[in-house]
């Protein structure tokens, strides 16, 4: 095992080829805030001309003579965009989309909209205004007693979604080997691969989501440079176990790299079960690098507030790669999610018990309905099997078409695959919704299932996308 001392110096290797596809597809041979941001699943590439959303840009030929950035250019309209799209064109209610359709806690909007009268508008310090580095050190320290100094350990970011890329622009050099864990945010794969990192893929399949060791233990090597751990993660609702984390941490020591780790949803859990930082792991202080987000944890997704905290020597690179995205993040905005973050205990209890509510109630309807609804320790979001059902196409075919039949729309799980062979019967739904809306969804939701009872289950059936 690595010393926990100093890290090993940046490796510098040769470039992968950067023509290489971004494949995040929704099927083979074919495709999260909101941080729920429309992402890159190329759902609506040109494998699937018809899933491109209404209004979306068409491919034209380009008049200028040298070729654009091949990854983005090969990286088609997001499953994200695609469905929200649709959902509106037919009246559907978007389970779809990870985002609250309440508004935060008005104490912290009142607050942001105070510090905005306050004549202190110009741009902030780079890596965020004190109160807020202050209040995040805090926060670590309350929830998970580590020792955080506000000054040299956290950088404020326009978003988790930039603190992410931060990250692993401050890490990673071309050819350095990242570890990411399906099923995955966006976002990943397409960064590691526009830095010139190469992506290694580990899965976990459902339904029950168990970490494969074997599998884990053979992507590190000796070019692995990072992994990107979520957790509660996206869409599985999986909350990493403590062995789990232990494991991953002796993995991460063994071959001196670092930890990104995507902790959105570390207020939001279940059951009883608690979020643990791999930060807080032995011999992981050093290696972490700790993402939260103020969208998330006070429903105020539009923000786009986060927050990383990291050990001071990879701070400064964080900082540096932050500056190169957006420089700052709105003054008004940090000081109001400071006070957000100093809330009574009462308040964090109250968020994750009033979503664990909402996770029941949607998957008890769920379930009535005939789908197989599989456990979600935390996040937003609930898988469903859907082959119960008798639907006889694939996942991104049963999304598409619940949002035109029923006019409720969900999310292919698919989407969050890069690999071959992913998963193609599960649909995700996010529960983050008031009841009368997750009510109005599970009684359309039961009228779609009566009138395909009624004539005789082959209704939609031939809706696959092929």
């Not at 040769?14 to 941080?35: C, H, K, M, Q």
């Not at 105070?114 to 929830?143: C, I, K, M």
């Not at 794969?189 to 168990?210: D, N, Q, T, Y």
Request: aromatic letters at 8%.
């Amino acid at each position: 095992m690595a010393p926990a001392g100093p890290l090993r110096r940046s490796r510098a290797a040769a470039s992968p080829d950067p023509r290489a596809r971004a494949r995040f597809r929704v099927r083979r041979g074919g495709s999260r805030e909101n941080r729920e941001r429309p992402a890159g699943s190329p759902i609506g590439n040109e494998a699937h001309p018809e899933m491109k959303p209404p209004g979306s840009p068409q491919n034209v030929e380009s008049k200028a003579a040298r070729p654009q950035n091949a990854l983005l250019s090969a990286t088609g309209t997001t499953v994200f965009t695609v469905m929200s799209a649709l959902a509106a064109q037919h009246g559907a209610i978007n389970l779809g989309q990870g985002f609250p359709d309440e508004e935060g806690p008005a104490d912290v909007v009142r607050a942001a909209a105070d510090a905005l009268l306050d004549n202190r508008n110009q741009y902030p310090p780079l890596t965020g205004v004190p109160e807020l580095r202050e209040a995040v050190a805090a926060a670590n320290h309350r929830f998970y007693g580590m020792e955080i100094d506000p000054v040299a350990e956290v950088v404020v970011t326009s978003g988790a979604t930039e603190a992410i890329t931060a990250c692993l622009m401050a890490l990673l050099d071309p050819g350095d080997e990242v570890v990411l864990i399906e099923p995955l945010y966006d976002t990943y794969l397409p960064v590691v691969r526009m830095l010139g990192a190469v992506p290694k893929l580990v899965r976990l399949s459902p339904p029950k989501w168990e970490l494969p060791r074997a599998e884990l233990a053979a992507a590190f090597g000796p070019k692995t440079k990072a992994i990107l751990l979520n957790s509660p993660m996206n869409p599985a609702g999986k909350v990493f176990t403590a062995a789990e984390l232990a494991f991953i941490a002796e993995l991460v020591q063994r071959h001196d790299a670092y930890a990104v780790c995507d902790e959105v949803y570390e207020h939001l859990t279940f059951d009883g079960w608690k979020h643990i930082p791999l930060m807080t792991l032995p011999g992981m202080r050093e290696r972490c690098l700790r993402i939260g987000s103020a969208g998330k944890t006070f429903s105020l997704t539009g923000w786009k507030v986060g927050y990383i905290t990291c050990d001071r020597s990879v701070a400064p690179n964080v900082a540096k790669a932050h500056q190169l995205l957006t420089f700052t993040t709105p003054p008004n905005l940090q000081r109001a999610v400071a006070l957000g973050l100093g809330k009574e205990d009462g308040y964090f209890e109250a968020l994750s018990g009033g979503l664990q509510a909402r996770r029941d109630h949607l998957a008890a309807g769920l379930e009535r309905l005939g789908f197989g609804v599989l456990p979600a320790m935390g996040s937003y979001f609930i898988t469903a099997d859907f082959r119960p059902l008798g639907f006889a196409g694939d996942d991104v075919a049963f999304c598409r078409h619940i949002t035109e039949a029923a006019r409720v729309t969900a999310i292919p799980v698919s989407a969050f695959y890069a690999g071959p062979d992913a998963p193609s019967h599960y649909a995700r739904f996010a529960f983050c919704k008031r009841l009368e809306v997750l009510d109005e969804a599970l009684a359309r939701l039961e009228a779609w299932k009566a009138g395909r009872e009624q004539a005789g289950g082959q209704a939609g059936s031939k809706a696959r996308v092929v």
